[in-house]
């Protein structure tokens, strides 16, 4: 696959793609302080990431920078939204309406990173039928109907995790081709599925595992 730049995406390392909205961040603070240009080695300052590592990931993107100024700040974001795909909207259904899919559907921030949660889907009587953050909640017994109207190809799943596989099994048989999970079960898909497995208890234990470190010092 490749981007209307032409670059062959499929050969981005992950890291790269992870370490970029961390640049798109640094630009926009820098633009929000009045700067119109940034270098390699001012974003290097920024967000302590090494210069010649963010001058490599920066080359898979369609930017090329000027001698000694750097790079220009809108142009920067601009690309950097575009190619991560932040500039477009991808409609997202979410399933399973407890703590955590209640606060994904009270975030807007995810609109800014591309993502419209355009309907949940629960099994609570008490939470069909009602809205959160103007996204409506149906029945799960709807989910099929729905995406034929809806055109959603993204389904984010935050359910129990005695029912994460048959929630996805469902997902997948009514046309969904990208899992954002938030359970802790390892899904099984189709070799075509995408998943992102996320969890914040994984980043937890990091940071428990280091401060233990530091605190043994
Ligand atoms: N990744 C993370 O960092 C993280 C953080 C918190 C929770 N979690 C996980 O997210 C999931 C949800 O956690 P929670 O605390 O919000 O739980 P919760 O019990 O508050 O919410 C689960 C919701 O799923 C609904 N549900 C049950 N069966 C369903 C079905 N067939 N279809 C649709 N919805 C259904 C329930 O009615 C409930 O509203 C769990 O698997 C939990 O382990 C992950």
């Keep these: 696959m490749t981007t209307r730049s032409g670059k062959n995406i ?12 961390w640049y798109l961040s640094g630009a ?12 390699s080695t001012r ?3 920024q967000i302590n990431i090494d210069a010649s590592q963010i001058a490599k990931d920066l080359s898979f993107v369609n930017i090329s920078g000027r001698t000694r100024v750097g790079y220009e700040i809108d142009s920067l974001i601009r690309v950097l939204e575009d190619f991560l795909g932040f500039t477009r909207l991808h409609k997202a259904y ?8 209640g ?12 993502l419209e ?6 099994v609570n009587p008490e939470l069909v039928g009602t809205s959160i953050n103007g996204i409506p909640i149906y029945h799960t017994d709807e989910f099929t109907e729905r995406i034929r ?5 993204i389904g984010v799943l935050t359910v129990p995790i005695s029912i994460a596989q048959e929630v996805t099994d469902r997902m997948v048989d009514g046309g969904i081709r990208a899992v954002w999970n938030f359970t802790p079960f390892r899904i099984r898909v189709p070799e075509h ?17 280091r401060l233990n470190e530091t605190l043994k010092k």
């Design 10 to 21: 499929e050969k981005i390392p992950e890291p790269t793609l992870r370490r970029l909205p």
């Design 28 to 39: 926009k603070l820098m633009r929000e302080r009045g700067e119109r240009y940034i270098s």
């Design 43 to 45: 974003l290097s300052e």
């Design 94 to 101: 979410l399933f399973g309406v407890g703590s955590l899919g």
């Design 103 to 114: 606060a994904l559907l009270r975030d807007s921030g995810l609109a800014q990173f591309g």
């Design 117 to 122: 949660i355009v309907g949940a889907f629960d």
């Design 149 to 153: 109207q809806d055109g959603v190809c």
């Design 193 to 209: 599925i995408v998943v992102q497995n996320t969890s914040l208890y994984a980043h937890l234990a990091v940071m428990f595992n």
